[in-house]
C-alpha cells in the first residue's frame, strides 16, 4: 500500500502558477504510476494529468496541454505538477493517485491509491 500527501494548493489570480506536490510513502513509489485528478464544485472528478513509473510517458487532459506540466522524483518519493497561465475553470480540488498497472490512464476507476487533496482556487 503506498499513502500519498498533497500540497502547494492556493489561492492565485488568473493567469498565474502553482506547483502541487504529492509526497508518497509506503511501498516503492518508483513502482507505481501517477495520476492528478480534479474535482470542481457540483462536477464529477476528471482527469488532469498521469506519468508512467520512469516519467518517460507522459498523458494529458487536452484542456491544460500546454499549461500543465506532470512530473516525478523517484529518489524524493514525490509527484510535480507545475500548473502555468492559470483559468477560472481550472478551480478544484486536486487530488494525486496511484496504481501499480492502471488499466486505462484517464480513468479515475483505474487508480487504488489516493490523497486527501488539495484546493486550487483561481480568480479571475
Known amino acids: 500500500q503506498v499513502q500519498l500527501v498533497e500540497s502547494g494548493g492556493g489561492l492565485v489570480q488568473a493567469g498565474g502558477s502553482l506547483r502541487l506536490s504529492c509526497a508518497a510513502s509506503?511501498?516503492?513509489?518508483?513502482?507505481?504510476?501517477m495520476g492528478w485528478f480534479r474535482q470542481a464544485p457540483g462536477k464529477e472528478r476528471e482527469f488532469v494529468a498521469a506519468?508512467?513509473?520512469?516519467?518517460?510517458?507522459?498523458y494529458y487532459q487536452d484542456s491544460v496541454k500546454g499549461r500543465f506540466t506532470i512530473s516525478r522524483d523517484n529518489a524524493k518519493n514525490t509527484l510535480y505538477l507545475q500548473m502555468n497561465s492559470l483559468e477560472s475553470e481550472d478551480t478544484a480540488v486536486y487530488s494525486c493517485?496511484?496504481?501499480?498497472?492502471?488499466?486505462?490512464?484517464?480513468?479515475?476507476?483505474?487508480?487504488?491509491?489516493w490523497g486527501q487533496g488539495t484546493q486550487v482556487t483561481v480568480s479571475s
Open positions: 509506503g511501498r516503492t513509489f518508483s513502482g507505481y504510476a
Open positions: 493517485a496511484a496504481d501499480q498497472y492502471p488499466s486505462n490512464w484517464y480513468s479515475r476507476s483505474a487508480y487504488n491509491y
Open positions: 506519468i508512467n513509473w520512469d516519467g518517460t510517458k507522459t
